[in-house]
């Protein structure tokens, strides 16, 4: 009980810094929730505070107290029981005009895409996310010099893809904006050494293929050949992103080609990613880390049989 009242004083006295115009007690404020809220369970009650305080923070000139306060927001964010409010208390267009603020700013950007990630990941909050007009920057992110603002803006157009075919279905506005991405996707599909990029390229592409237009635009680009080929180079990789690749190219297989090839339990197939407290990658391919596992054991078995039953041959 003494711990917990402790938590709250402290929360208490935060929050009052958060309010204050003296740019030491905004950094004091936004580092201390960031550690805060990072070890800490808060009820549902305590999100309009919260969330307030760090909106109050994210616009600042100071690039410390932007990023451990879009920080803090990111982690609160994760919390299923209270991300649900955030659209009311005005979070995701904070998080979006602020991105358009510090769009200069590795460290800054990081933190509120990380967030705007978990924001659209949730589809309660994609249309808010949407009415800001930031797809335009989203777009813009793909080809960042920094990979991890590259991926965290890959994995958050495929979020707000995987709505395309039933939210965005008649908003014209967004499926443009959305359109005008998918040359951005392919190059990176077709073009990226680095198999993150292409995994998250890959799924976006595949949510994006269950609109019509947005279809059509991939088909016109040449994208149905290139998910054919993606296809094929995926099932001979033993990479733990190679079956997953897999999935997402036939997915975009199936539905490019106008249901003609491919399997059509593939049609109901959407990619979406939370973000997590670990790396990125490892945090969403976490299940599929044993898989990878169990693949290799198996290839070095065959590997074994191979050797024992054509040794005679070989060495005779």
Known sequence: MEENNGTFSHLQHLLQLAYSDEPE???NAAVNLSRLIEGTVFPA???GPLAHALCRLLPSQNRTVCSYAARALKLLLLDDALRPQAVVAGVPAVVCATLKQWED???CLRELLGALQTLCWDKQCVRSV???DIISQLNDYINSNDQEVSILALATLSNILVVSDSLLLSDTVSIEALGAGMVHLLDTVQQTQQRPQRFY????LANASAHPRLASIINQNGG???FRDLERQSLASLHVL???LCECSQTAVYRLSDKREGDSKMALHKYSFKWGTQPTMELTLAKYGDNSKV???CFGVWLLIVVFTFSPVIFN
């Open 295 to 297: 693949l290799y054991i």
């Open 25 to 27: 007690d905004q950094q």
């Open 130 to 132: 949407l009415q800001a």
């Open 105 to 107: 700013e590795i460290l």
């Open 45 to 47: 009650v305590s999100f």
């Open 201 to 204: 390229a890959a799924a976006a």
């Open 242 to 244: 190679g079956s997953r």
């Open 224 to 226: 149905l050949q290139i």
